[in-house]
């Protein structure tokens, strides 16, 4: 019975960290893009950039990244600051359950309106 026991537990732990490795991925690369996003609407607020320049340079982030994102998906706002917002979803692959993370980053300057 004790061996059933530790077997059992066995598995838990192995399924867990299955998971672990399948999905913790695309959290930390949303964490990376949500940091950037903070930085690029800071120091392009005080720049003359372009939205389509700002666009641009997510847009390099974003394939840096890996991220399933278009160019189209990429929100840029110029009003007294700059706000900056991408909406994705990831798919996940897990057996028996497919999953979809959706992921909203954002970013605003203080001084936007």
């Known amino acids: 019975m004790s061996n059933l026991k530790a077997y059992f537990g066995l598995a838990i732990i192995v399924v867990a960290l299955f998971l672990i490795w399948k999905i913790a991925p695309p959290f930390y690369a949303n964490y990376t893009f949500q940091d950037y996003l903070e930085n690029e609407a800071k120091f392009s607020t005080y720049s003359t ?8 340079e997510i847009l390099k982030k974003v394939q840096e990244l890996d991220l399933p994102v278009t160019k189209d998906q990429i929100k840029v706002q110029r009003v007294n600051g700059v706000a900056l917002s991408v909406d994705y979803t990831v798919h996940v692959d897990l ?3 497919p999953l979809d993370l959706d992921f909203h980053p954002a970013s605003k300057n203080k001084n936007f309106m």
């Not at 950039?49 to 641009?56: A, C, G, M, Q, S």
């Open 49 to 56: 950039k372009t939205e389509d320049d700002i666009r641009n």
């Open 95 to 97: 057996p028996f359950y």
